[in-house]
T-cell receptor, first 119, second 114 residues
């Protein structure tokens, strides 16, 4: 079965510094990978995805993620963190061979990493 | 553009009472629909998904049920709530477009069972 791991419960960064939120995946075949952000008491917002192609994927709000097949990783990055980036970040994976009955897509989410950006 | 709504935003219900949470999607047709529960502000658990009207699949056995009476409406229900049903309930949708696999989430409903 497909899975993702987010090894850090919390990441602390000073504003203006680069940030990295880590994600590793386990899936047979080609992975489809996603990053989401969740602000307190809100739904998840889609940031970016990797399906195929360039290993560096650019997304919303200046975020990007680097797909590394040999290390089975898909780390989220931003060159310069903002206090407003403080939120809960989720990595997710879809196993392309796992198609819900009728064609729906099942995503498996990591446990989340709390990002704190301080002045 | 597409919008997903959930209501109510918050709900406090006593143990043993019924539950009905509603989710609607605007600006698209024939979406895939999903119900998730998020406990303790962290991990998401897929509860139900639907690929069409009246078509519901359950991912985990539990005290809850789901229905899809209309194309863009998804309802989560319970006949008798348990304390363990407390949590943050998220509805999501995904389009039926080749090459599009991401899901888009609603604002959520915070349910507290007392």
């Amino acid at each position: 079965a497909q899975s993702v791991a987010q090894p850090e419960d919390q990441v602390n960064v000073a504003e203006g510094n680069p940030l990295t939120v880590k994600c590793t995946y386990s899936v047979s075949g080609n992975p489809y990978l996603f990053w989401y952000v969740q602000y307190p008491n809100r739904g998840l917002q889609f940031l970016l995805k990797y399906i195929t192609g360039d290993n560096l994927v650019k997304g919303s709000y200046g975020f990007e993620a680097e797909f590394n097949k040999s290390q089975t990783s898909f780390h989220l990055k931003k060159p310069s963190a903002l206090v407003s980036d403080s939120a809960l970040y989720f990595c997710a994976v879809r196993d392309p061979r796992y198609i819900l009955t009728g064609g729906g897509n099942k995503l498996t989410f990591g446990t989340g990493t709390q990002l704190k950006v301080e002045l | 553009s597409q919008t997903i709504h959930q209501w109510p935003a918050t709900l406090v219900q006593p143990v043993g009472s019924p539950l009905s949470l509603e989710c609607t999607v605007e600006g698209t047709s024939n979406p895939n629909l999903y119900w998730y529960r998020q406990a303790a502000g962290r991990g998401l658990q897929l509860l139900f998904y639907s690929v069409g009207i009246g078509q519901i699949s359950s991912e985990v056995p539990q005290n809850l049920s789901a229905s899809r009476p209309q194309d863009r409406q998804f309802i989560l229900s319970s006949k008798k709530l348990l304390l363990s049903d407390s949590g943050f309930y998220l509805c999501a949708w995904s389009p039926r477009l080749a090459g599009t696999y991401e899901q888009y989430f609603g604002p959520g409903t915070r349910l507290t069972v007392t």
